[in-house]
């Protein structure tokens, strides 16, 4: 067994971690996920981000659950008013998502068409009209995990624009769903081959 001072074992861990961290990226990168793009409103401005960390997670109550980085801009307002929209964008949005991207504050809502309640839960939180679907949110629970916050929201509301053409994101690329037209449950040994070169 070798015994190694304190300090170079811990050296030693820190330089796994990293690269477990790094590993752990290269392959996320390769999870390909819908765009969404949170909103939210403070009584003042409107908040908003990108974001592919979103997943249904109840139909008993209705709910889904994002994770935000604690580091957003969109956190803080996002807890305090504690609701919020998932813009879930449709592949004729990916302007709007690159557009979010780069711009910060209000100037991320300059491009598409954005809509808002004039009253009730909602009031003056951005919606997307062109977005696949809306939902909107209260939040139920939220809790720190590194260096993000899931949160769980209660869907309130949902507009359905009634698209199946999700904006997706895989390996820092845009794209979009295409169905494999296998419409016909098939035999295993049928589903193998077609992955066999």
């Given at each position: 067994?070798?015994?190694?001072?304190?300090?170079?074992?811990?050296?030693?861990?820190?330089?796994?971690?990293?690269?477990?961290?790094?590993?752990?990226?290269?392959?996320?990168?390769?999870?390909?996920?819908?765009?969404?793009?949170?909103?939210?409103?403070?009584?003042?401005?409107?908040?908003?981000?990108?974001?592919?960390?979103?997943?249904?997670?109840?139909?008993?109550?209705?709910?889904?659950?994002?994770?935000?980085?604690?580091?957003?801009?969109?956190?803080?307002?996002?807890?305090?008013?504690?609701?919020?929209?998932?813009?879930?964008?449709?592949?004729?949005?990916?302007?709007?998502?690159?557009?979010f991207t780069k711009l910060s504050g209000a100037a991320r809502f300059l491009a598409g068409n954005w809509r808002t309640d004039d009253a009730g839960l909602f009031q003056d939180i951005p919606y997307l009209t062109t977005?696949?679907?809306a939902l909107f949110c209260m939040l139920d629970t939220s809790t720190d995990s590194g260096t993000h916050r899931?949160?769980?929201?209660?869907?309130?509301?949902?507009?359905?624009?009634?698209?199946?053409?999700?904006?997706?994101?895989?390996?820092?690329?845009?794209?979009?769903?295409?169905?494999?037209?296998?419409?016909?449950?098939?035999?295993?040994?049928?589903?193998?081959?077609?992955?066999?070169?």
């Amino acid at each position: 067994m070798l015994f190694l001072p304190k300090v170079l074992d811990s050296v030693l861990r820190a330089s796994e971690d990293k690269t477990a961290a790094l590993d752990v990226r290269r392959v996320m990168r390769h999870v390909g996920s819908t765009v969404t793009i949170i909103t939210t409103h403070d009584g003042s401005q409107p908040y908003g981000m990108v974001a592919t960390a979103m997943m249904s997670l109840s139909l008993e109550p209705p709910a889904l659950a994002i994770g935000i980085n604690r580091s957003a801009s969109i956190n803080k307002p996002l807890l305090e008013r504690r609701a919020f929209c998932i813009n879930i964008l449709s592949h004729y949005d990916e302007d709007i998502s690159r557009r979010f991207t780069k711009l910060s504050g209000a100037a991320r809502f300059l491009a598409g068409n954005w809509r808002t309640d004039d009253a009730g839960l909602f009031q003056d939180i951005p919606y997307l009209t062109t977005a696949q679907a809306a939902l909107f949110c209260m939040l139920d629970t939220s809790t720190d995990s590194g260096t993000h916050r899931l949160i769980v929201g209660l869907i309130q509301r949902a507009i359905d624009n009634a698209v199946d053409d999700p904006l997706l994101y895989c390996d820092g690329t845009y794209g979009q769903f295409n169905k494999t037209g296998l419409d016909q449950p098939q035999a295993l040994d049928d589903r193998l081959a077609l992955c066999r070169p």
